[in-house]
DNA sequence: GTCGATATCGTGGTATACCATATATGAAGG
DNA sequence: CCTTCATATATGGTATACCACGATATCGAC
């Protein structure tokens, strides 16, 4: 826990000059933004990681009260990143791999269905945007640098969805994200699924310039399925 | 608001007899519990309606103090069904009608991807179950009896989702469910629809039990898209 | 009578003290 | 040395007091 408490530096911290502020937000919103990307960038697969919490403890490390940091504790508690269990402790969740499979299915649900939706909404501007995504990968492939390939995997999948134009599945789909993001470096580490990634983006891209609509949906599903089907045959070291 | 707070008679009365404990419920959850049906139950979108809650009058109704009431409000308002304004006090959201329509998109996306599961997944028997629901409306047309056809179709939809079985779709649905069911009353006067809507679920159910994936997925999203078109034709009355 | 400054109040935000209980710890007895 | 029971402790849950700040009302000046 260390790894998370360290991160969280400071944030009362008077503001350096004027015009910093607009700080209008609450210590509670604080303290929950502070805690999520902590919990984003753990690793909480790594057997090794401490993943128990403890509230006084963040109370001193963030210098606020034990209120703000409960409440954003149960946000967090809501959206399933953590799980308090009264009297013994607040726990960050390792996601099981049916809860993982069920979240990728439902992110494939819901980015079919923004892919749908920008096949009949997007404008062509927009669409045209998404090329530019893999522009650096046209000469190299994608096995040599995989880990900007992991970002720009993401970046693709973000913007298939924000073309979709409906600010409910994006808003939905970016808990998803951090989720399955928790296992992106065990997944990505195929290169061969790295290859065939980008095919399929393409096609998806192609798909979407045509507006061919049941194309573009189906393809995205597809896509999304098949990591779903890939995390259940090799993502064994998940409960 | 008096709508509400006089729904909320008592919850900490001592249990009837021995037995009902198992209480083990922190009063947070009740209170969240109790809020959540009480703004379902509640006729939002009526012009007439008072919106504003109050911490402090809540507290009073509960019998609780504020810090359950306060952290059960955060809840809700994460999941969109309020919003506090410091100062000003906590309003319960009339979902505007973009709001209202991806909701109902994203709720095509979530079914479809449970008919789709469903088909790949489900028993026999369970399938068969769904035939059931609408027994009752064999031999009358269902404009006779609206509202038990409005709970039938809801429960149709609902048990199609946990055909599926994925139990994030289920909880995923459940709140949409809610927000949705709100202008319920409004959308389902239209008998013709109602009529229409049998024979789009039996369609659905057939597609079902003849395990036809790319069918029933495809079934199930129009039914619902096409009631995302209604809403967006008919429901001017949302903001 | 109208506009503006000031005081009061209502409201959500925060800090803190207190509580209940499961777990841990250790002493006593066998 | 093991078992058992009592006490201590840690931890999440709850109640409450206080605070900051905006809104509104009231009063005064022009």
Redesign the pocket.
């Known amino acids: 826990m260390n790894s998370i408490v360290t991160l969280v530096q400071r944030t009362t911290a008077a503001t350096p000059l004027a015009l910093a502020p607009l700080n209008a937000t ?3 919103d604080q303290a929950y933004t502070l805690l999520k990307n902590a919990i984003a960038d753990t690793d909480i697969y790594d057997p090794q990681q401490e993943l128990r ?4 403890q963040l109370t001193t490390a963030l ?6 940091i ?2 954003a504790l149960s946000l967090l508690e809501q959206e399933g990143f953590i799980r ?7 726990y960050i969740i390792r996601k099981s791999k049916r809860e993982m499979i069920e979240m990728i299915q439902m992110w494939a649900a819901l980015e079919s269905m923004a892919a749908r939706l920008a096949t009949l909404n997007a404008s062509d501007e927009e669409i045209a945007k998404l090329r530019h995504l893999f522009d650096e990968f046209q000469n190299s492939p994608p096995s040599e640098h995989l880990c900007e390939y992991s970002d720009a995997n993401i970046a693709f999948h973000t913007a298939v969805i924000a073309l979709g134009g409906s600010q409910m599945i994006m808003e939905a789909t970016k808990n998803l994200m951090l989720h399955v993001r928790a296992i992106r470096r065990a997944t990505i580490s195929q290169s061969d699924r790295a290859a065939r990634s980008i095919i399929d983006h393409l096609k998806i891209i192609e798909a979407l310039e045509r507006r061919d609509t049941e194309l573009a949906e189906r393809l995205t599903r597809q896509h999304t399925l098949d990591l779903a089907a890939h995390v259940d045959l090799h993502c064994g070291f998940l409960g």
Do not use: F
């Not at 919490?53 to 006084?56: C, F, G, V």
């Not at 308090?84 to 607040?90: E, Q």
């Open positions: 609450s210590l509670r919490l403890d509230e006084r210098g606020v009260s034990r209120t703000p409960r409440e308090t269990v009264p009297r013994r402790g607040i």
